[in-house]
């Protein structure tokens, strides 16, 4: 049973340097996301695990193993690509077939072993047709049947949904869970849709600019992001600017903003004056009416543009202070909400243990947030 | 047009009408000759049967090296491969009979590599032969060297075009390297393959520069096209033309509807598969599928290249300082480079008088080809009947060059229309039918490597007439592809040996020069003017490539 374990991963190419010294563990039977920006060094890392790229420094081992030198053909790992990459000159039987067949296998193994895997993906009915001939979701399915037909207990997915229409797209990532799960298989998955792995993954890798920035559960990299670019890349975040006024009980602390309004939030480990940040997500703020102005860490401003998306309203408000935040305001206690108009004077409103507080980032906000380092 | 069927297409075929309107001619000459009966016939079905022989062994020299070579151009990522590359291509652009003559010299004398390892003769005769075979090996040498890069390129294009990441899902699918290449790679370049070979054994079997240097007695069907029409066999020289002619004709034009415009993938028939053998088959390429083994390969065929390419330069080159002032092994003066060319031989007066005949034809066939390319490629484009335009196009490139020129010669000649005497003007008439032919595919490459149509479209839409259009959009885009073409045009023009040869009376160009030298055994002065010519020739390709590095 695949565990996947990696230990100080480089890959340079040129001058370029893809992976900056990677560690990352995968337990058995975990379904992993790479997550991030275009470009970050996502596919690389998964070719180099996969042994279509050898790494300049650094050691792959699956299941305890050390196959850093080991052609992909001996690693057992399945493979599925963005472009899908049916072989174009063989139908779907074929190309499912095509593992069990260079493996070497008895033929009548091979046939039952194609089968099972296209009756267990449902993509039996399309056995005879060529891949031209097959709409993206299924041939997609179809390119899974293949990687698993090898026996492959390990699953690379390489952005799998990214070249689909996206109604398929959703409706695949959760079949693409579910196969995993009920196969009892590992998989990485890389994808750069935030949304996608948050919905689909036990855990979450992070990347950055050829390093690992977090590696958590969605639910604690959603709550608990370690840094500000996690914060951001994760759902948006707003981003307030200020100081920690004074230290208050129960591991709460008074943070002055530029404006000069004081307000309440949750912060460790600072003292008095430390420059600090403030991140509220667009949907953790609210919109109150003038008649609530005696409650806690409100701002006021002003709506510069209202938006209907849907299922919520995004507004963006321009602060007292002159900083601009978004504020998304859903719609299931609709009806009677009040729609705010552009022009119009607000309070908005934040839950001090949602705002989400870091040191002042050296480099300064910007470049925190880059997807370069 | 006119002037397009005139120039261009009319010589393809005048060839064909000639064994009709002069029967009779050819009756006595191959069929009924008094004094030797059939003999020339025999003779016609000897050497085609040679010239088949070495062509398709060329053919498949090519190919053991070439698939390799392709493969390492295409996928390999390594320092020198621009220079390995360009080394490949090279003898497309040097002058065969300069080339030729290089490899006689390597092959065959002291000068050469026998010279290099002590041996104090050449490591070959001109003579020998691959045993049971009589298939001459130098004269095979030197066809491989020229008609690799027609293999290697055509499969390069293809491989770069293909998507690696077919042979990555094949690889963490499980097949070994090997396997992948039969499996996966195969069925999908199978109509490069096609098509490269195809394009190889055409010029091998019209290759006359060279192989007339290298030939020794052997005679192959191009050199007999030649050497009869010097003979005055008119009638045997053209029938043997036609069916050569036709051979290509026969060969390309199904191979060229066939593949282009179809995004060819030949499904194999699953013989190996069938068959129970595909498990010895996977167990011996997974054997052979070790990177020591794969980089070995690549070795072989990059010192194959060195030798048949390299070499012969070097050892041209080496040899014409050594002989400068005096023949190195009698110490004779006579024997010296200096002596041929200023002494009384006093070859550097035709040398000269040559290289103006050379260049003179060759920018004028080009400057006139380029402006009838141009609304050429435009007609393939945008017509339907295009394709077929094309592929008749593609004729003049392989067809034998020999037979290509007796066809202008009595076109024009005193045979027929009687308009023009063999001289520099029918050279240049002979150049164009070829150089019509690169310039129009290196335009059509371009184009169809850009975006032009989109902008046509966007102009036109935006109310600008075709003329306009194709004035300020299309031309300057394409300029890139004209200038490409009207280069190669060029080069190929100074070294074109075999069709020059039949169509250039008393003004003999440089190229045809080095053989009647050989002919001649002036070997010190073969020797100037063959370096002379590979190394202008080399000067051209260098400016090329500084020129469009550019971009
Ligand atoms: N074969 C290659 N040659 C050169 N640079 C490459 C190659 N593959 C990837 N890179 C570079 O490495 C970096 C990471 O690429 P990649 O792993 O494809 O990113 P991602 O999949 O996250 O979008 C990019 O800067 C890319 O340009
Ligand atoms: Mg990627």
């Not at chain 1, 409650?295 to 321009?318: E, H, I, Q």
């Not at chain 2, 290509?404 to 002979?430: D, E, R």
Request: glycine share 8%.
């Amino acid at each position: 049973m695949p565990e996947v374990k990696l230990v100080n991963i480089v890959k340079r190419f040129g001058n370029i340097t893809a992976l900056r010294g990677i560690n990352l563990t995968v337990e058995n039977g975990e379904y992993v996301c790479i997550l991030g920006p275009s470009g970050c060094g996502k596919t690389t890392l998964l070719r180099i695990i996969a042994g279509l790229l050898k790494p300049d420094e650094g050691q792959v081992y699956i299941d305890g193993e050390d196959v850093t030198h080991k052609p992909p053909e001996y690693r057992g790992v399945g493979f599925v690509f963005q472009s899908i990459a049916l072989f174009p000159h063989m139908n779907s039987w074929e190309n499912v077939l095509y593992g069990p067949t260079v493996k070497g296998l008895d033929k009548s193994i091979s046939h039952r072993i194609a089968r099972e895997i296209m009756r267990t993906l449902k993509t039996i009915d399309y056995s005879g047709l060529y891949p031209g001939e097959l709409s993206g979701g299924i041939a997609q399915m179809i390119a899974i049947a293949r990687a698993l037909a090898t026996g492959a207990k390990l699953l690379l997915l390489d952005e799998p949904l990214g070249a689909l229409d996206p109604r398929i797209r959703v409706d695949l990532r959760y079949e693409l869970r579910r196969i995993v799960k009920g196969l009892g298989l590992t998989a990485i998955h890389v994808t750069h849709n935030q949304e996608e792995a948050l919905t689909i993954a036990d855990r979450i890798v992070v990347m950055r600019s050829g390093m690992v920035e977090a590696y958590d559960t969605p639910e604690n990299l959603y709550w608990h992001p370690k840094n500000l670019f996690v914060a951001d890349f994760i759902g948006k975040v707003n981003v307030l600017e200020g100081f920690i006024k004074k230290a208050l009980t129960g591991g709460k602390a008074l943070v002055e903003l530029t404006g000069g309004i004081s307000i309440e939030v949750y912060a460790k480990g600072f003292s008095e004056g430390d420059k600090v940040v403030v991140a509220v997500r667009p949907e953790n703020f609210e919109i109150l009416d003038r008649s609530e102005a005696d409650k806690p860490n409100l701002l006021r401003g002003v709506v510069t543009r209202a938006r209907f998306m849907g299922d919520y309203y995004r507004y963006d408000v321009t602060l007292e202070s002159g900083e601009r935040v978004t504020v998304n305001t859903p719609l299931y206690r609709s009806e009677k909400i009040q729609v705010r108009k552009k022009g119009e004077p607000v309070l908005v409103r934040f839950d001090p243990e949602k705002a989400l507080v870091y040191a002042y980032p050296k480099r300064g906000i910007e470049r925190e947030l880059s997807i370069e380092v | 047009m006119v002037a397009l069927a005139v120039l261009v297409l009319l010589p393809t075929v005048f060839l064909a009408s000639f064994p009709i309107v002069y029967f009779d001619e050819v009756r006595y000459e191959v069929f009924e000759n008094p004094l030797v009966g059939d003999e020339n016939l025999r003779m016609i079905i000897s050497v085609l049967l040679f010239s088949f022989k070495l062509s398709i062994s060329a053919v498949i020299i090519d190919l053991v090296l070439g698939i390799p070579l392709a493969f390492l151009l295409a996928r390999g990522r390594f320092p020198g491969k621009t220079l390995l590359e360009t080394l490949v291509t090279l003898p497309l652009v040097i002058p065969t009979s300069g080339f030729g003559f290089a490899s006689l010299l390597t092959w065959t004398t002291v000068s050469g590599i026998g010279g290099w390892l002590g041996l104090g003769r050449g490591i070959l005769e001109t003579s020998a032969t691959i045993p049971g075979t009589g298939i001459p090996i130098l004269m095979l040498i030197v066809h491989v060297s020229l008609t690799l890069p027609y293999v290697v390129r055509t499969l390069q294009a293809k491989l770069v075009e293909l998507n690696p990441v077919y042979e990555d899902a094949s690889r963490t699918l499980g097949a070994t390297s090997l396997t992948t290449f039969r499996k996966i790679l195969l069925p999908q370049i199978l109509p490069a393959v096609f098509s490269g070979s195809v394009l190889a054994f055409a010029r091998s079997l019209g290759e006359t520069g060279a192989t007339m240097v290298v030939s020794g007695v052997r005679i192959t069907a191009a050199i007999a096209v030649v050497r009869w029409e010097f003979e005055f066999k008119l009638g045997a020289a053209a029938f043997l033309g036609l069916i050569l002619v036709l051979i290509t004709w026969l060969i390309i034009l199904p191979v060229e509807l066939l593949l282009t415009g179809k995004q060819g993938i030949i499904k194999p028939p699953p013989l190996i598969y069938k068959t129970g053998l595909e498990k010895v088959f996977l167990k011996l390429e997974s054997k052979l599928s070790k990177r020591g083994l794969r980089n070995l390969l690549y070795v072989v065929c990059i010192f194959a290249v060195a030798i048949l390419v390299v070499i012969p330069v070097i050892v041209v080159g080496e040899s014409v300082v050594a002989y400068w002032y005096a023949d190195p092994y009698t110490g004779k003066r006579e024997g010296g480079v200096v002596y041929q060319l200023l002494g009384p031989p006093n070859y550097l007066p035709a040398i000269l008088r040559a290289t103006a005949i050379s260049f003179t034809s060759a920018f004028v066939s080009t400057y006139i080809s380029v402006f009838l390319s141009i609304p050429l490629a435009y007609i393939i484009e945008r017509y339907r009947f295009g394709r077929v335009l094309r592929a008749i196009l593609k004729i003049p490139l392989v067809v034998p060059s020999s037979a290509l020129g007796l066809s202008t010669l009595l076109m024009w000649g005193p045979k027929f229309m009687g308009l023009i005497t063999p001289g520099i003007w029918l050279i240049i008439l002979t150049h164009i039918v070829f150089s019509v032919p690169v310039i129009v595919e290196t335009i059509i490459a371009v184009y169809e490597g850009s975006d032009i149509k989109l902008y046509e479209d966007a102009a036109r839409t935006l109310g600008a007439n075709p003329y306009y259009t194709a004035e300020k959009i299309s031309l300057p885009v394409l300029k890139e592809g004209i200038i490409t073409g009207a280069i190669l045009s060029f080069t190929h023009s100074l070294g074109e040996t075999g069709a020059t040869m039949i169509v250039m009376g008393s003004d003999i160009p440089i190229s045809a020069l080095v053989v009647n030298m050989v002919e001649s055994l002036a070997i010190p002065a073969a020797l100037f003017t063959s370096t002379y010519l590979i190394f202008i020739s080399m000067a051209l390709i260098f400016v090329f490539r500084l020129a469009t590095r550019r971009k």
